[in-house]
Structure formats: structure tokens, C-alpha cells
């Protein structure tokens, strides 16, 4: 699995490349039989031009619409659904594209048996990258309908107008639908078939509940841990008792002895699979009790900070530069420095990794919550040595990933015992599994150097990010003397992706300082912003929420312990403000969110009820990130993997939350899933900050008479 | 082994096994209802969320041999006949879920939660429910479909059914 940094390297410049334009190529396939959906015809889109420069496979060997004889519309994406909502935006993009009810619309995610790779689901590309994939292939089965109908009747195909997915003839006696295009084919027109434009759109723009909702409400629906195959066994796993601990021995008779157990070990991987989760844990436990380990000293979260400043081999950092840092920081009249401290934290998805694994004659079939099924296809093959068309990875709609489960651990491990059992094996972490042995949010240390002119401008900006990500490390802001730096180092615990990657962080940084230097400049927040602020998505967002919330009036009223603050950010192309209103508890040094009011704009609305979701769920996750979640580790354990000592929001820290939603229609709509994420913490430092006068650079957010560490920091 | 005798979702149910297994494993894979969901086993996400005897407990932390001579409803007991419940109802007209891996737990919490009060504020709601996780944070919208249930439970003559 590649570590986080080198996953950034790979899909950085991928989602530049998508963004180029793409020439599509189209094809038909006549009276496929879709597993999945019966026969029809399949009609595939791919763009020439990415697949030749990655030298991979085309995905056309996979379709992406399925026009089905029953008179139903499939739609095959390689993303998965894990809460963001893509099942249901293919669903609208289709039926738009189609002039069909969504309800004819079916969605097959993620089989790698059957439907094109669409890569990683992250980085908030399913909206940008693949809806339009969708509407291409969706709009190319329009255009042959309409095609076909023309030379049936001989008219003009321009004549027509499809109505609930049908078009009828001229004498107003016949009709043609897909179903009939389903059995009796068509060739591609050949030029790529216009889109819908934003103005005309019908379904998609309207507040749809999620696709499937009905049968998650009967408990139908099976996540990858509901997923029950005959004659299944259920795994568990003897994990070491610290990081890099190493098996110095272990006896399997101790677990081989009870009924129905198997018992295995493959290197440093032992695990059992018993007949129920009970028995396995037993059997687990019965091995853990016999087992010796060989310990190594590990980083303790204490030394967390000084450790990640430490350089790192010889991976030199990404610099980015314009002007003179050194000529910025002469010309100007204050100088400010301060260092930032982002800790561990852990996605913590309801439903923890979980496979089901099943070989038959040498093939394996895999049932598992990952955003990355390809990806995962391909370890699994090279794993055990097969072809990767042996290998069939389908991922369920899964219980949430947050950018957490971009991995394939329960895979292998399922796999590893369904292969030794000769049963289908079910493989659940615990929770304790899931927090110790996932990977969590980068922590990392963030130092930042500015000036200010003598008219209260920035004259120079000098950022270095250790560890955390470069995700939004460019300030949005005007700067002319500007210097940013990501440092490579030797990260403790294992890291990867999380909600917004590390914009959070350096969001968080950026934002908090900015309020330090607006003080230091005498000037209020928002103006000194919007002094710095030419980008004009960014201001609009910005002026929206600060007008919703009645910021003007707000920062003068004084209430003791109580203070707001606002922070903004932009990141993957969408834009988010927010003020906050914070209370704060002086004794404990604990801030209480009151009141939250955010912007935000992605492009146009694909469906607001999915994007109200998205957004809150945003800020309620930032918000538990800003006010306690924190991993501690000593000794190579962790102090608290476990929710009763990792404390994440609930509904008793649920502030009043007013949404704002900026709507472009002009613009390409850009995901949603993340951005809402980067403005909650330093909105809410901001507001301590106007409380106490001292500033904040630490998370979680405590004050000053609180514990907690609150970064260093001096104003020369 | 052992064997227990039990109520669920309205039908007697026998079954022998370990007198200490979570009733959420028994449930699950002995009985095929996964609609209850293992969230974290520590009591902490109430995922696992039953009504026994239309309490709500923690599956996870419950062994099978507390569900003796008792009633236990789970998400897939909810519907009648295939007619919803009104909390099902109102979760699926709010749309209150993203990865919907809380919402059995969730529902179950609100039905028993609206007997006790049956019309309740947000305030009230969100202290009935806070021993319920959403790591998708969905909380307004369950506040709000908890509350919309209330009312359509209201205007439903029958009340909350066999449910209540
Ligand atoms: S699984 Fe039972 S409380 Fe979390
Ligand atoms: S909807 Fe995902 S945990 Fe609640």
C-alpha cells in the first residue's frame, strides 16, 4: 500500500489530468447480457487520451450505461458509496440526461466484475469527474433514440421531444423507447451528444433522498458486515500488542483444539475462523495467551511535535516561492511568527474494516467497505498469486470512510483464512482494531513567518508545513513576497488520506494567524481580509455568511466568555466561510460552539438535500477535530483507541447551524464532501481568541487555563 | 448448550447456545438480522441499538441468556405488513441518514424515546439520543426526522403500532 505522501504524488496530478479537456470515444454493444441487469445494449465512453497516458487498460472494456429490455437504465461506476451521496447523483445525472424518472434508473457501483475503473473514490472527484462521464454516455443513448426514431419515421430528429423516456412518431400512433433501442440496437452517432444545460435541468438541481434510503430504513440493505454466505466462518485476527512488535513464537494448538476452529499462521499474520465471532474470539485469546512478542521502543505522542521538525532522509520538500520572502520581511514594520500543532486523528467510521472473502476453483470473490476496489483487486492478486481477472472485488455501500478506508487490510486477511479454511470467511475489526491498526490524519507541526507593512498590508508570508500534507498550503490570499514549504518526515504513526486531507490543517494555521496579524495590523478580521481577498468566489462566500450572521454588529457586542470569530478557505475547487459564536468555560479553558453560520459554494446545486448533509456533517466533524479529538500513544499503544476515551461529537455539541448555500450556475460543479471541513477550527480559535486576547495554535482547542499544549510562539 | 426462549419482532423464538454471547452476534449471525449493526462493542455507539421489552439497550454489551422470556425488536420489526413505521417514515422522507449504518440504532432509540415523550423538543430529542453516534454527523436531520415522526405518529389513529 502506497503511505500517504506518495498516494498525494499519484492522485495530484491525476486530477489535473482529468481536468484537461477529454476526447471521448463511444461504443455499443448490442444485446449485452449484464449480469446485473439482463439483456441490452451497453454503451461505453472513455477518454483516448487519459488511458494512453497512463498506459492502462481503457476502461471502455467495462460500459457505463445499460439500457436493459425490461425498460430500465443501469449506470455502472467504478466509485463507491460510502454516505457522500454519488448512488444518487448518478441516478439524477442519468434520468436528466435520459428524460427519464429516476425511479427507472438503476445504479451498480464498484465490482470490479463489472463495472469501469473509476479510480479512487476521494479528493471530492466523483461530482467533477465522473457525473460528467455519466451524462456523456447518458446523453449519447438520448441522442440515439432520438437518431433511430428519425430514420424510423423519416424526420428530423430535432423534431422530437422524449417524454418520461419515450418519443413518439409524427402521426402520434407509435412510440420508441430505450427498452426498444435495448433490443433493437443502434450505432453511435458519432460526434459527442450535447450535455444538458444547467438552465434545463429537471432532475438533477432537485433535493433527492439517497437512492437506496428505503432499504437502509428496513435494515435490508447488507454492508460489507452483513454480507452472509452458506457455510461461512468468522475471523479474528491476533494483532500485535504494540507497533512494531515482532512474533517470536506462537502455539496454534492451543486454538486448533476447539471445535470447528482453524488456526493459522503465515508469517507474522495469525489469525483464527470458528463457526461464530464468539468462538473465534476464544480462540484468538487462547493463542494471544501463549504468544511472545519482541518490542521496539517507539515515539510517544509527549515527543510527538519536536520528532516530526527532525529532518527526514533525503526526500527534499516541495517548495513553492514568488518574490522575496527576505526583501517582504525588510520592508515590513511587524513581524509575526508562530507554530502550529496538528495531532493524530482518527476517522473512526461507524462500521470498521470488514470483508467477506470466498474462493471457488481458484477464484476469489471479496465483499468489502474500501474506496478504492481496483486498487484493492490488484493486491489481492499479487497476494496470492493469481491473475487479477481471478479476482472479483464488490464493495457494498459501507458504513463510512472519511478518506480512512482507501486500504484493503480486512480483504487480505479474509482471503488469507477463507483460503485456508475452504469456507467463505467474514472478517469484522473491532473498534480497538479499527483505531489502532487503520491509519489516521496526519499530525503535523506548522510554522509561519509574516510582516506587515506600515499601512497594515502584508508584505511577506513565509509557510512550512512538517508532516501534515499540502493539500490548500497556497494562501488564497494577495501576497507578493510568498514562500510555502511542505517538509517530508518520519511519521510515528501510520497516516493516509482523512476529510479534506491535510486543508484542514493548514487551513487551521493560516486562518488563526491571520486574526493574529489583522490585530497586530488594528484592523477587524473580516476587512483585513478582504484587503488581502481578490479572488471573487472566496469573497462572496465570505460576505455571505458574515451578512447572514450579522458579523458587523456581533464582533462589537461584548458578552463575558462568549466571542465570535470567522475563517475561510477554498480547496478542490469550492469555497466555504464561516462565523462562529464560542463560549468558553474559563476554568477548564474548554470553548463551547453556540452558533455556527457557513458559506458555501461548490458550482452549481446537483441536490441540495445531499449538500445541506454534506456541509453539516462537515462542520459537526471539524467541530469534534477543534474541540477534543486527539490520539495519544505511549509505548507503541495507543492512551485512548476506544470511543469511550476518543470522544466524538454527538448530538449534545450540535450548535445552531445555519447553512448558506452560494449557488453558480455558471460554473462546473466541484464535489462537496470535504471543504465544509477547513473552516470550523480556525473560526472557532478566532473567537477564543477575541475572548481571551490570547491566540490559539494548538488542536484541540484549549485556553489557556485549560491543559493542552498551545504551541509556541513570539512577536518580535 | 444452553437454550433461550424469546420474543422477536413478534414471533417466539428459540435458541440454543454460549449463555454469554452478545446477543448482537446471536441476532446477527445465528438469526440473519443484520439490520443491527456492530458499531463499537463497548456500549459507547448504541449502532447494536434493540428494544428489549421496548427498552433500548446495547446489543453488544447484553448477553443472549437477558433476552430470556423477554420481547426483542429489532430494525427489520419495525414495518407491519410492510407498512412503515412512522419514525421509518419520517427517517426516509427527512432523508436523515448518509452512510445509514447508524439508523437502525437511531430509529429504534427515537421509537422508544417518542413513548416516553411524545412530543418532544429539539432539546429533548437530542438528550434522549445523545448515547446514539452519527460519525457522519447527520444529527440536525435526525433531530428534525425524530420530530416528524412525532407529529405523523400523531396523525396516525393506531399510535406506534405493536412497536410502542
Ligand atoms: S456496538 Fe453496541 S454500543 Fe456500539
Ligand atoms: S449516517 Fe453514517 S453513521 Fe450515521
Partial sequence: ?716 | MPAFRFNLNGRAQRIETEADRPLLEVLREDLGLIGVRYGCGEGQCRACTVLLDGRPVPSCVTPVRLAEGKSVLTVEGLAVNGKLHPVQQAFLEEGALQCGYCTSGMMLTAVALLKTTPNPTEQQVAEGMNNNLCRCCCYPSIVTAVRLAARLSAMNTQGVGHAG
Wanted: hydrophobic share 40%.
Fill in chain 1, 1 to 716: 500500500m502506497p503511505d500517504r505522501t506518495e498516494w498525494i504524488a499519484s492522485v495530484e496530478p491525476e486530477r489535473y489530468e482529468l481536468r484537461e479537456p477529454l476526447r471521448y470515444e463511444f461504443h455499443c454493444d448490442r444485446r449485452v447480457f449484464l449480469q446485473c441487469a439482463g439483456a441490452g445494449l451497453l454503451i461505453s465512453v472513455f477518454a483516448r487520451t487519459l488511458d494512453a497516458q497512463r498506459g492502462a487498460a481503457p476502461a471502455s472494456s467495462a460500459g457505463r450505461i445499460h439500457l436493459g429490455e425490461d425498460g430500465f437504465v443501469t449506470v455502472l461506476s467504478g466509485k463507491v458509496e460510502e454516505g457522500q451521496g454519488p448512488r444518487t447523483e448518478f441516478a439524477a445525472a442519468t434520468a436528466e440526461e435520459l428524460r427519464l424518472p429516476v425511479e427507472k434508473v438503476r445504479v451498480v457501483l464498484a465490482d470490479t466484475q463489472l463495472v469501469p475503473n473509476d479510480w479512487l473514490t476521494a479528493g471530492s472527484r466523483s461530482t467533477p469527474v465522473t457525473v460528467p462521464l455519466v451524462r456523456r454516455a447518458a446523453a449519447e443513448a438520448r441522442a440515439l433514440l432520438l437518431a433511430t426514431a428519425a430514420e424510423r419515421w423519416k424526420v428530423d430528429a430535432s423534431s422530437f421531444q422524449i417524454n418520461a423516456g419515450f418519443v413518439k412518431s409524427p402521426d402520434g400512433k407509435l412510440t420508441l423507447g430505450y427498452a426498444d433501442l435495448a433490443k433493437s440496437g443502434g450505432d453511435p452517432t458519432g460526434r459527442p451528444a450535447e450535455l444538458t444545460p444547467t438552465a434545463a435541468w429537471k432532475t438533477l438541481g432537485q433535493p433527492l433522498v439517497r437512492v437506496n434510503a428505503h432499504d437502509i430504513i428496513t435494515g435490508a440493505h447488507a454492508y460489507p458486515s452483513g454480507i452472509q454466505r452458506p457455510g461461512m466462518l468468522y475471523g479474528c485476527v491476533l494483532r500485535p500488542p504494540s507497533y512494531g512488535a515482532t512474533l517470536e513464537s506462537v502455539d496454534l494448538n492451543a486454538a486448533k483444539q476447539m471445535t470447528g476452529v482453524v488456526a493459522l499462521r503465515d508469517g507474522e499474520f495469525v489469525a483464527c475462523a470458528a463457526p461464530t465471532s464468539y468462538t473465534a474470539r476464544k480462540a484468538v485469546a487462547a493463542l494471544a495467551a501463549n504468544a511472545r512478542w519482541q518490542t521496539k521502543p517507539q515515539i510517544s505522542s509527549d515527543e510527538l511535535y519536536a520528532h516530526l521538525k527532525k529532518p527526514d532522509g533525503d526526500r527534499q520538500p516541495q517548495v513553492q516561492q514568488s518574490g522575496s520572502v527576505q526583501s517582504g520581511l525588510q520592508q515590513a514594520s511587524k513581524k509575526l511568527t508562530a507554530s502550529y500543532h496538528i495531532p493524530y486523528v482518527a476517522h473512526s467510521p461507524m462500521e470498521p474494516r470488514t470483508a467477506v472473502a470466498e474462493w471457488t476453483n481458484g477464484s476469489l470473490t471479496v465483499w468489502t467497505g474500501t474506496s478504492n476496489p481496483f486498487e484493492v483487486r490488484e493486491d489481492l492478486a499479487k497476494s496470492f498469486h493469481v491473475d487479477p481477472s481471478k479476482v472479483r472485488v464488490i464493495v457494498p455501500d459501507f458504513g463510512g470512510g472519511f478518506g480512512g478506508k482507501h486500504t484493503g487490510e480486512a480483504a487480505l486477511e479474509a482471503a488469507r483464512l477463507a483460503k485456508e479454511a475452504g469456507k467463505p470467511v467474514s472478517l469484522r475489526w473491532t473498534r480497538a482494531e479499527e483505531f489502532m491498526w487503520g491509519y489516521f490524519r496526519p499530525a503535523g507541526v506548522i510554522d509561519i513567518e509574516a510582516g506587515l507593512d506600515a499601512n497594515g498590508r502584508l508584505s511577506a508570508w513565509d509557510f512550512t508545513n512538517y508532516n501534515s500534507g499540502p493539500s490548500a498550503i497556497a494562501s488564497p490570499y494577495k501576497l507578493e513576497n510568498t514562500r510555502t514549504r511542505f517538509v517530508y518526515a518520519d511519521s510515528p504513526l501510520r497516516s493516509g488520506s482523512y476529510r479534506g486531507l491535510a486543508a484542514t490543517a493548514n487551513n487551521f494555521a493560516r486562518e488563526s494567524f491571520m486574526d493574529e496579524l489583522s490585530s497586530a495590523a488594528g484592523k477587524d478580521p473580516l476587512e483585513f481580509r478582504l484587503a488581502h481577498l481578490e479572488n471573487g468566489r472566496l469573497r462572496d462566500v465570505l460576505l455571505a455568511a458574515a451578512e447572514r450572521f450579522g458579523w458587523q454588529k456581533r464582533r462589537k457586542e461584548s458578552k463575558p466568555n462568549s466571542g465570535v470569530g470567522l475563517a475561510c478557505g477554498t480547496e478542490k475547487g469550492s469555497y466555504v466561510a464561516a462565523c462562529v459564536e464560542v463560549e468558553l468555560d474559563r476554568a477548564s479553558g474548554i470553548p463551547r460552539l453556540v452558533e455556527i453560520c457557513e458559506a458555501f459554494e461548490c458550482g452549481p446545486v446537483l441536490n441540495a438535500k445531499n449538500l445541506r448533509l454534506q456541509v453539516e456533517g462537515c462542520i459537526l466533524m471539524g467541530l469534534g477535530a477543534a474541540l477534543r479529538e486527539e490520539i495519544l500513544f505511549e509505548n507503541g499503544r495507543l492512551k485512548n483507541g476506544s470511543f469511550t476515551r476518543y470522544r466524538v461529537p454527538r448530538f449534545k455539541d450540535t450548535p445552531k447551524i445555519e447553512t448558506v448555500l452560494v449557488e453558480r450556475k455558471d460554473l462546473e460543479p466541484a464535489g462537496a464532501g470535504e471543504t465544509p471541513i477547513m473552516a470550523v477550527a480556525p473560526a472557532m480559535a478566532n473567537a477564543i481568541f477575541a475572548i481571551t486576547g490570547e491566540p490559539l495554535r494548538a488542536l484541540p482547542l484549549r485556553a489557556k487555563s485549560g491543559k493542552g499544549d498551545s504551541g509556541s510562539a513570539s512577536i518580535r
